[in-house]
């Protein structure tokens, strides 16, 4: 059974650019979750869905930041225009529903480093 | 206002002996936490989780210990095998805030051969 899936793994760009990460879902999960890692501030949420529906944006730095989940089976992230201080890695994540014991699974990651 | 906070940011044990990764909080209200775990260049894997209602679950070699009053738990792997060696992850998840987790730091477990 395929686990969630980002992409790009990597992705580096220049300063001013748009960038999109991309997720899929476990299939049968009901709730996405988008998550930034950094040094500084470790793992943080910046947005999740429930039924292809946001329900809390409140992580989301700046208006800059813009998120999708038009199907069940696929989400995006978008920064745009990017800075420096977007460097980060960025996961995804699923679970069948938001309940407290329901464990969360991730992506892999998408590595992104602006330049 | 960190709510979870791992103080321990590495550790280092002989393959064999017991691994102890702490985690405190301030949330009262937290009503799970989970441990989990993460290789470099993957995303975290769940570990093991325990309800606010128990003090101790087991799975395995892995045990997780909450002491509601101290606002601390902890995770015990024993006996601890290189394979353990990744980064370690506590998260809490609180009901008033739509059941979302708030994560440790983590800490670096590197396990000795």
């Known amino acids: 059974d395929a686990g969630v899936i980002q992409s790009p793994r990597h992705e580096v760009t220049e300063m001013g650019q748009e960038v999109t990460l991309r997720c899929k879902p476990i299939?049968?999960?009901?709730?996405l979750f988008w998550y930034r890692q950094t040094m500084m501030r470790g793992l943080e949420l910046l947005i999740y869905?429930?039924?292809?529906?946001?329900?809390?944006d409140s992580g989301m730095p700046e208006d800059r930041f813009s998120a999708k989940m038009p199907n069940a089976s696929f989400s995006t992230l978008k920064i745009q225009p990017s800075e420096p201080r977007d460097s980060a890695v960025y996961f995804c994540?699923?679970?069948?529903?938001?309940?407290?014991?329901?464990?969360?699974?991730f992506g892999d990651g998408t590595r992104l480093s602006i330049l | 206002d960190q709510q979870v906070k791992q103080n321990s940011p590495s550790l280092s044990v002989q393959e064999g002996r017991i691994s102890i990764l702490n985690c405190d909080y301030t949330?009262?209200?937290?009503?799970?936490f989970l441990w989990y775990k993460k290789y470099p260049a993957e995303g975290p894997t769940f570990l093991i989780s325990?309800?606010?209602?128990?003090d101790k679950n087991e799975d395995g070699r892995f045990t997780v210990f909450l002491n509601k009053s101290a606002k601390h738990l902890s995770l015990h792997i024993v006996p601890s095998q290189p394979g353990d060696s990744a980064v370690y992850f506590c998260?809490?998840?609180?009901?008033?805030?739509?059941?979302?987790?708030?994560f440790g730091g983590g800490t670096r477990l590197m396990v000795k051969p």
């Open positions: 994540a699923s679970s069948e529903r938001i309940v407290g014991n329901q464990p969360q699974h």
């Open positions: 299939s049968g999960h009901n709730s």
């Open positions: 869905f429930n039924n292809n529906v946001p329900i809390d």
């Open positions: 949330n009262s209200m937290f009503d799970y």
């Open positions: 325990i309800s606010s209602i128990k």
């Open positions: 998260a809490a998840s609180d009901p008033g805030a739509g059941n979302m987790l708030t």
